[in-house]
């Protein structure tokens, strides 16, 4: 029975490796092992539910009793008016403090939800209707009107998806943003990138040219990344238009939900 919390600590250091899904392979050991685990805890949990029952009993029990005393002994000090030797005035006594003890409840386990890239990869999210549901940092969202990924971290919020990274054609598409600010009407003919946080009913996925990942500091004409080296990082920070930025935000995306991908298929420990 765990009973302190350096037991509980202990306990899900030892069990660790049964804490997340295998993803790749699933055995019966594994399944068998993670049921017993979960049937201990849920003995713990009832252990507890059954502890916090009976010391609510017993503090009940001492609160009736303590205001019963202090009762009587305010009545005696108000017929006599005199000072009781060794008796505490009621007055300065705190009163019982009114303990609230939290009910722990067996809520169901909930499966992770998954967004599939291609009939066989998927990315576990939470799949959302809203983009104000998107609140907890770190965590990733799948904002199904949009068809986008969303992440936030800290004050950046990122949102994507995985595109085409084009290598020799000579007219890409979705490359660039549309300049017509949330008023084209060309809609998904459109050749250029409708942000769907700009223009509404837009479900377009940002695509890139191979060379945008080419760090190269001095060519304006060309999509080139002109930021990122660490030895220029002071000048390059202040010379990055607001293309640049949307543009690298995109990518950023685009990379994280593949490091997400790599790290689901391939297990890859921290």
């Avoid at 302190?4 to 092992?33: A, G, R, W």
């Avoid at 690298?248 to 391939?266: A, E, N, P, R, S």
Wanted: charged share 25%; proline share 3%; hydrophobic share 35%.
């Amino acid at each position: 029975m765990l009973t302190n919390l350096e037991d509980i600590y202990t306990f899900e250091k030892q069990h660790n490796h049964l804490l997340t899904p295998s993803f790749v392979t699933v055995s019966t050991d594994i399944i068998n092992s993670r049921d017993d685990i979960i049937n201990q805890l849920v003995d713990n949990i009832n252990y507890i539910n059954e502890l916090n029952k009976q010391l609510k009993r017993i503090l009940t029990s001492c609160n009736k009793a303590q205001l019963e005393d202090m009762k009587i002994l305010d009545d005696v000090l108000r017929k006599t008016g005199k000072k009781i030797s060794n008796v505490v005035n009621p007055d300065t006594v705190p009163k019982s403090p009114v303990v609230v003890v939290p009910t722990i409840i067996n809520r169901p386990v909930i499966k992770q939800q998954v967004v599939y890239i291609t009939s066989s990869l998927c990315i576990n999210a939470t799949i959302i209707n809203d983009i104000n549901e998107a609140n907890d940092m770190g965590k990733v969202y799948y904002l199904s009107s949009m068809e986008h990924f969303i992440i936030r971290i800290e004050n950046l919020l990122l949102h994507g998806n995985i595109g085409v990274i084009y290598t020799d054609e000579k007219i890409p598409e979705k490359i660039k943003d549309c300049k017509f600010a949330g008023k084209c009407t060309r809609g998904s003919s459109c050749d250029y990138y409708h942000d769907p946080f700009i223009y509404k009913n837009s479900k377009d996925k940002r695509n890139f040219i191979a060379s945008s990942w080419l760090y190269n500091p001095s060519n304006y004409r060309t999509l080139n990344r002109r930021f990122g080296c660490i030895r220029n990082i002071d000048k390059d920070i202040n010379n990055i238009t607001k293309e640049e930025i949307s543009r690298f935000k995109d990518q950023l995306t685009h990379d994280l939900l593949w490091g997400l991908l790599i790290q689901k298929v391939y297990s890859i420990g921290n």
